[in-house]
């Protein structure tokens, strides 16, 4: 990784600005919880071996947030760093002092919420055949073209659309939609949803190039809105879902009206490996 991934130009240069970006992700996808790193995600709703790491693991009795582990010590299972000699409470990532799980010098997880009100294991390999693989991510050059100015509009609280999911079989789930957002291109209009993540709004999209050029499933568009009743929707900085990394990811897909019948010749492409193939088909 060149210096560029740890070195935040001192230039307003948007060319910059987006190399600068660009060597950040290549950077982020193979760290030890990168998108890369991640091996397994397995739904835990009975006392059951998890592929790949030690121990049974179980729900909790109590109705808590996260999962039990039972273990013994041979089993070398660090929760919050204490070794497991028995059974441990492992908190979900939805609790405010999550756990933090440690197997061996490369294999570590943490536990998180999933639809329906359960949860699940993840296990993420340092060492992963996804990092050995990997070999970059394909992007399109920077192109002031595709910096879209939309207008944005606040729904009233509460407002939801549901989304569909990669592994979900074609179940919707609910999603905070906080705005509308509208643009043009090519004389048309577009009204776009996007949800409610962390801080931040993700618009989950498809377009002409999903699938011959681009990643089939789509890419993502974080955003935020600005102070004057715009937002900005910078095309060169979509990325690829996590599921472009790891087939243990679920990504949510775009609605119909995210699905664009033109190309959006900006943003990252594919995940690629050594010799510069798909590192996923």
């Not at 048309?188 to 709004?201: C, N, P, Q, T, W």
Request: aromatic letters at 10%; charged letters at 25%.
């Amino acid at each position: 990784m060149t210096d560029a991934a740890t070195t935040a130009p001192a230039t307003d240069d948007p060319v910059a600005q987006w190399e600068y970006f660009h060597a950040r992700r290549e950077l982020a996808v193979v760290q030890p919880k990168g998108s890369l790193a991640l091996v397994n995600t397995q739904p835990i709703d009975d006392e059951q071996p998890v592929w790949g790491v030690p121990g049974r693991w179980a729900p909790r009795v109590d109705g808590g947030s996260g999962l039990r582990v039972l273990a013994d010590a041979a089993d070398g299972i660090r929760v919050d760093g204490e070794l497991v000699d028995g059974e441990a409470i492992v908190r979900g990532k939805d609790d405010p002092q999550p756990s933090s799980i440690v197997f061996s010098d490369t294999l570590s997880g943490f536990v998180i919420r999933i639809d329906g009100g359960g949860y699940a294991l993840r296990v993420f390999d340092a060492a992963s055949e996804g990092i050995r693989d990997f070999g970059g991510i394909d992007a399109y050059p920077y192109d002031p073209s595709w910096v879209v100015t939309a207008r944005w509009e606040e729904n009233p609280a509460g407002t939801t659309m549901g989304f569909e999911h990669l592994k979900d079989e074609g179940k919707t789930r609910e999603e905070v939609v906080p705005g509308r957002i509208t643009f043009e291109h090519d004389g048309a209009e577009y009204d776009v949803a996007a949800f409610k993540s962390g801080r931040a709004l993700q618009l989950v999209f498809a377009d002409a190039t999903s699938g011959e050029a681009t990643y089939s499933v789509g890419r993502f568009l974080f955003l935020a809105p600005n102070a004057d009743g715009t937002i900005t929707l910078d095309f060169n900085r979509a990325v690829l879902p996590p599921c472009a990394f790891s087939y243990a990811f679920n990504c949510p897909l775009p609605p119909k009206q995210n699905r664009f019948p033109f190309p959006v010749e900006a943003g990252e492409k594919n995940a690629l490996n050594r010799e510069g193939a798909l590192l996923h088909a």
